[in-house]
């Protein structure tokens, strides 16, 4: 038996039963698919994960560097040399830490900025759903010449829905 027939033979067995059936069936006009060679939006995206990277890895530098300041400050025994190069590479470490977490900052609000303004753009530019639905069903069951985007509800008790 092919798969369509039982398909259909088991929708109207549920019919019969006073079950509701939702057929569900293709909306609209077909897309196409996104092309795997958009190549802005694929440098915009290894661009931001790359820089991900090198900050984290700078982030994790810099706290590594902050850490063993420390150890420096702490290990100096009372040198005024040694304090004063630890105390150096403390304000170093905090100032590489903060200028880490504002570029992160900056890059990721540019980021959102750019995709909010490309969404915005395409958004007023797409054309408007279709929201009518038409469907008649065929001696065999079938959908079709349905266009709109809510799936059609076929349900025994509800008259005119089938």
Same mark, same amino acid.
């Given at each position: 038996?092919?798969?369509?027939?039982?398909?259909?033979?088991?929708?109207?067995?549920?019919?019969?039963?006073?079950?509701?059936?939702?057929?569900?069936?293709?909306?609209?006009?077909?897309?196409?698919?996104?092309?795997?060679?958009?190549?802005?939006?694929?440098?915009?995206?290894?661009?931001?994960?790359?820089?991900?990277? $090198?900050?984290?890895? #700078?982030?994790? @530098?810099?706290? *590594?560097?902050?850490?063993? %300041?420390?150890?420096?400050?702490?290990? /100096?025994?009372?040198?005024?040399?040694?304090?004063?190069?630890?105390?150096?590479?403390?304000?170093?470490?905090?100032?590489?830490?903060?200028?880490?977490?504002?570029?992160?900052? $900056?890059?990721?609000? #540019?980021?959102? @900025?750019?995709? *909010?303004?490309?969404?915005? %753009?395409?958004?007023?530019?797409?054309? /408007?759903?279709?929201?009518?639905?038409?469907?008649?069903?065929?001696?065999?069951?079938?959908?079709?010449?349905?266009?709109?985007?809510?799936?059609?509800?076929?349900?025994?008790? $509800?008259?005119?829905?089938?």
């Amino acid at each position: 038996m092919p798969f369509a027939t039982h398909l259909f033979g088991l929708i109207q067995t549920a019919q019969a039963a006073g079950s509701p059936v939702v057929i569900l069936a293709p909306t609209g006009e077909p897309s196409a698919p996104p092309s795997p060679f958009d190549l802005p939006a694929t440098l915009v995206k290894v661009f931001n994960s790359g820089l991900d990277i $090198i900050l984290l890895i #700078a982030g994790i @530098l810099a706290v *590594f560097y902050l850490v063993w %300041a420390g150890i420096q400050y702490i290990s /100096a025994g009372g040198s005024a040399e040694k304090t004063k190069v630890a105390r150096a590479a403390i304000l170093h470490a905090v100032i590489g830490i903060i200028v880490i977490v504002a570029s992160y900052t $900056i890059v990721n609000l #540019a980021v959102t @900025l750019g995709n *909010f303004a490309n969404n915005a %753009a395409e958004t007023s530019t797409s054309p /408007a759903p279709n929201t009518s639905s038409s469907s008649s069903l065929s001696s065999s069951g079938a959908s079709s010449n349905f266009t709109g985007d809510v799936p059609n509800v076929c349900d025994p008790n $509800i008259a005119g829905s089938c």
